[in-house]
């Protein structure tokens, strides 16, 4: 099995380059990513399919996008990552801290959830 710590740095490194292919290639067919906020968790997409189409249309629509991550820890099948995210909006360029906690099934990816950080 390859080091999940490695695993989310390629992936991270793959939104970078807007690589969709290399992006889908560590997803689980089933794959769920949620964001959770101070109401709860909310599904973002669920699918590897419908992944690829909400990022797809992101990289389109985005001028720039660009995620950093700061630290990662592994336990078992799950890796937490410090995250820094920026990205431009309508408004102008937005930066966002986040958590992300990942749960993966040997090399591939099943769930993911952001936890945005409040400044």
């Known amino acids: ?14 939104y ?5 292919d290399k992006l889908l ?3 689980a067919e089933n794959y769920e990513s949620y964001i959770v906020g101070p109401e709860g968790p909310k599904l ?3 699918g590897k399919a419908e992944v690829g189409e909400r ?3 992101m990289f389109a629509a985005t001028g720039y996008a660009e995620s950093r991550v ?3 820890r592994v336990y078992g099948q799950l890796a937490v990552a410090l995250e820094i995210d920026s990205f431009d909006t309508p ?4 930066t966002m801290r986040s958590i992300g906690l ?5 090399d591939r990816l099943v769930r993911a959830w952001s936890f945005p950080v409040r400044d």
């Open 55 to 57: 990022i797809g249309r």
């Open 91 to 94: 408004a102008g360029r937005k």
């Open 102 to 106: 990942y749960e993966f099934d040997a």
């Open 1 to 14: 099995m390859r080091d999940l710590a490695q695993i989310v740095l390629d992936q991270t490194q793959a």
């Open 70 to 72: 700061e630290d990662v």
């Open 44 to 46: 973002r997409a669920r």
């Open 25 to 27: 290639s560590g997803l």
């Open 16 to 20: 970078n380059d807007k690589d969709l």
